[in-house]
């Protein structure tokens, strides 16, 4: 029979390598052995959540933490089931204990700011995404959701700043060109404003929303034959 550390570290290396099913037959034969042993349990937990089952990540990650309250690796995972959960202030809390620790990666803070943006804390949120931003500046995600929380902040100007490296890495994200398009008309930046619904409405031809939002751009700008043609398309 191997030993227990050599299968844990099976089971981890195949849950690296996304082959959970395999993972999970080693977790199970490790938990017979040792059930309350805080690295099966951990490797349980992330098992469950790669497979999208936070509801069932969050009870060995739990048992898991209890040992070693300040674990950087299992409170991690347990903030994000809690976030995939949308357990917000609980995320929030366990994510900032992480965050606390020496070298937190950039994730960590960008979960945090998700966490504190949907306890209804777009100041905080902006605090935590503006630093994931500086540990990894060249990640859109980090980037588009920064622009979320500024706008919720109600900083247009930054927020249109953050999405305009969002549109920079990536022109095919739509949902960038549109959150994009939100800032530039709170900022009374019209012209700015539609060739980034222009994109959108190319790449969702029937969408009525987006052709009307296009069309009262339009209209503020005075395009009104253009701006009539794209209501009726609506």
Known sequence: MPRLEDQLNQAQMHLQRGDVAMAMGLIDAALK?????????????????????????????????????????????????????????????????????????????????????????AEGAVRELQHAASLDPHDPV????????????????????????????????????EALYTSCMALGRTGEAIPQMRHVAQAEPDNPAVLQALASALFETGQLEESQRQIGRA
């Open 142 to 177: 980090v980037h588009m959701n920064l622009g979320r929380a500024l706008a919720r902040a109600g900083d247009h100007g930054a927020a249109r700043e953050a999405f305009l490296k969002v549109v920079a890495r990536s022109p095919s994200d739509l949902d960038a060109r």
């Open 33 to 121: 052995r040792a059930p309350s042993n805080p690295q099966t349990l951990w490797l349980l937990g992330m098992a469950h959540l790669s497979s999208g089952n936070a509801a069932e990540a969050v009870a060995p990650l739990e048992r898991a933490l209890k040992p070693d309250p300040r674990n950087g690796a299992v409170l991690d995972g347990l903030g994000l089931a809690y976030l995939m959960l949308e357990r917000y202030a609980e995320a929030a809390d366990v994510l900032r204990r992480v965050t606390k620790l020496p070298h937190a990666p950039a994730i960590v803070f960008m979960r945090l700011g998700l966490a504190l943006l949907n306890t209804h804390d």
